[in-house]
């Protein structure tokens, strides 16, 4: 095997924005996701709408005006 092609392992940790943190090894040092398994719909069985960086406001605004019907 060829020496020094393969990337560094590290010890990871992964912060969900739910506030849960899970150990694992990876590449990256530090991994942040919006939902994990602790707080996915399908996995605790509760519906939840997650907006977390505004982004309906943000399509709404750029694009709100284009899709209604125009009168012709």
């Known amino acids: 095997m060829k020496k020094d092609i393969h990337p560094k392992l590290?010890?990871?940790?992964?912060?969900?924005?739910?506030?849960?943190?899970?150990?694992?090894?990876?590449?990256?040092?530090?991994?942040?996701?919006?939902?994990?398994?602790?707080?996915?719909?399908?996995f605790t069985g509760k519906q939840k709408f997650v907006d977390s960086a505004g982004r309906i406001e943000r399509f709404k605004k750029k694009y709100g005006d284009k899709l209604e019907p125009k009168e012709g």
């Open 10 to 42: 590290y010890d990871t940790v992964i912060k969900c924005a739910c506030g849960a943190t899970f150990e694992t090894r990876s590449t990256q040092k530090e991994i942040h996701v919006e939902i994990c398994s602790n707080c996915h719909p399908f």
